[in-house]
């Protein structure tokens, strides 16, 4: 289970924190991701990493603005990000899938276990 939380509404420039809760698997085995989709758009990759560490994934266009981390004794991730912008806006969702690796962080398919999302809106 996936629980995420945090989102809002900020003015463009702004920074917000999600962070996702998860629970119910054996996390060492898995990778936990931040996917976004704004309406009328498809679901993307944010950014990922193995529970067990490693290297981050991060979408080439959020380099920079955007931060994942983790809390091992608190089972959670979270996305920290700054200077929002109005295409920032999306329903955010944490997700969690096994065996991942660097090749496959981006991808939708390979997370099996999907929170509800959050909706972050970024507007003056």
């Known amino acids: 289970q996936l629980q995420a939380s945090g989102g809002g509404l900020v003015q463009p420039g702004g920074s917000l924190g999600l962070s996702c809760l998860v629970s119910g698997v054996a996390l060492d085995y898995y990778g936990v991701g931040w996917f976004r989709q704004a309406p009328g758009k498809e679901r993307e990759a944010v950014a990922a990493r193995r529970w067990s560490g490693g290297s981050t994934f991060y979408a080439d266009s959020l380099r920079g603005r955007f931060t994942y981390s983790r809390d091992k004794a608190k089972n959670t991730v979270y996305l920290q990000m700054n200077s929002l912008r109005p295409e920032d806006t999306a329903v955010y969702y944490c997700?969690?899938?096994?065996?991942?690796?660097?090749?496959?962080?981006?991808?939708?398919?390979?997370?099996?276990?999907w929170g509800r999302g959050t909706q972050v809106t970024v507007s003056s």
């Open positions: 997700a969690a899938g096994v065996g991942l690796i660097a090749s496959t962080y981006g991808s939708v398919s390979r997370y099996s276990y």
